[in-house]
């Protein structure tokens, strides 16, 4: 089946508290949607994940969420500085945080690692001083 | 004229005005208006009682069993709720309403609290076995359960399959009532004086078992009104309570955790936090946590709607009962029980009531269709229509509940 259901969130970049807001809100479509827990989780995970990356690093963005017959397809794109060594970044604890966000308890360097953990799928296309696009798939 | 239903929260529909209180309050969206009265949507309700509590007309009620139930049975047990030992005034000893409550009528009494003690000592050595899930969210409230079964999927494996205190205390009283009367277990009547119509619901629909253990439930309020009068008349109540602090203190939130002695939890109260918790719990960000205890009462089980006394009061009226007691006076002894006569036989499953359509596509479509009727509504969340927000409405109206004629602010603007 050809049809696909799409939402789109603007990620504020100057607000830690509405961070979330998105992914809680995914949940809610998906469990009308009937897909199973499992997938809902993973989404939800990866999703917030992304969500607090582009509110730490790159000042806000866009989570685009695709549903279709078969996966889940979340982009998350950023106008933010990019990712300069994109293997460095995906190794846990790695983080280029401020000190001000790791005071809040953020920046713990697990944000990519667990968006790979709880996607399927996950590519990384970023420039330096342009910006970051991260697409995930979650099968379902 | 009453409503059948499974729940034990009901509608009186000669005292309902239609207004939307109700409907705004329920955490699970389980309330509708229609034709000018509440509308109970039954596998979306999880009897949490907020709609009890909210409705200025006494049209939501709770059913329970009326006290006259007890004369079904040769002998007579009755199970008091902790948070029943805050409705009273001036109140120094349990003893006093243990002894009242064998004055009105029943043949013996066996505390909740002492099985909550039991709970508490089981879980500390449950929390040290490799396989039970983390962090555990306590069993004990069953509005709480249910609300994880409609609307957290993910959750259900990680409530603690243990029975519930009440479910714990009726087994221990119902073996100790046939030893000591020597009659048959089903000669016995085991009944809760509960403060909630969620435990009123799980004693004849048990979550995490099929067997029914309690039976009957009454309300903390009507059993109050008999109490106080009987209490009056004693001079030197028998000594029958053997519960300490801790199994005291589960009355309010917080209680079940302190007593499991670690650091590593979390209590939240009233249903709002509780699913702000489950939320983040969900999302992973809570792993640091083994234990959560969470009522869906403000206060925990002092705030059931079946109570009489603020909740708040009732705490501190609490406080100040089990001042001398001692810490703990029950525990979990594998000479009496093993430890799968407390767990639960089933588990816990997920019911998918927000699901627009069991075939995927369908679901698809209509979720399409209701994005689009979104937009076009005004976005006020103003109830008028008898759905609690503009989303839920167009949910409606592609379910073909509803027309969207009924939305009165675009009636106005279209000049009719």
Known sequence: MADVFKLRYEVDGDNFMAAGAASSDVKKVLRQLGIGAEAIRKAAVAMYEGEINMVIHAGGGVADITVADDYIEIILTDKGPGIPDVDQAMQEGWSTAPDNIRALGFGAGMGLPNMKKYSDEMKIDTVVGEGTTITMRIFI | MNIVSSHSVILDTDKCKGCINCMKRCPTEAIRVRNGKAHIIDD??????????????????????????????????????????????????????????????????????????????????????????????????????????????????????????????????????????????????????????????????????????????????????????????????QQLSSSGLVGISWASSGGESSALLRDKYLAADGIENVIKVLEELEDDKLNDLEFIELNACAGGCVGGVLNIENPFVARAKIQSLRKYLPVSLNRFDQRDNSIDDFMWTTQLQYTPVFRLDNNRSVALRKLKEMNAICESLPGLDCGLCGAPTCRAFAEDIVKEDVSIDQCVKMQIQGGK
């Open chain 2, 44 to 237: 979306r309700c999880i009897d949490c009682g907020e709609c009890i509590r909210i409705c200025h007309n006494h049209a939501k009620k709770a059913v329970f069993d009326s006290f006259d139930a007890i004369n079904d049975f040769k002998y007579k047990v009755a199970l008091p709720a902790p948070s029943l030992y805050g409705q009273f005034n001036n109140l120094t000893d349990i003893d006093y309403v243990l002894t009242g409550l064998k004055q009105i009528g029943f043949d013996d009494v066996w505390e909740v609290s002492r099985s909550a003690e039991i709970i508490s000592d089981l879980t500390r050595k449950l929390l040290n076995k490799e396989n039970i899930v983390k962090p555990c969210i306590s069993s004990a409230c069953p509005a709480v359960e249910r609300l994880i079964a409609v609307r957290f999927p993910n959750l259900c494996d990680n409530i603690l399959p243990v029975l519930a205190p009440v479910e714990i205390a009726a087994k221990k009283a119902r073996a100790e009532a046939v030893k000591i009367s020597g009659l048959k277990p089903e000669e016995i009547g085991i009944f809760f004086i509960s403060p909630c119509p969620a435990k009123v619901t799980s004693a004849k629909f048990p979550i995490g078992h099929d067997e029914r253990l309690i039976d009957g439930v009454l309300s903390a309020s009507e059993v109050y009104f008999r109490l106080v009068p009987a209490m009056g008349e004693i001079d030197f109540p």
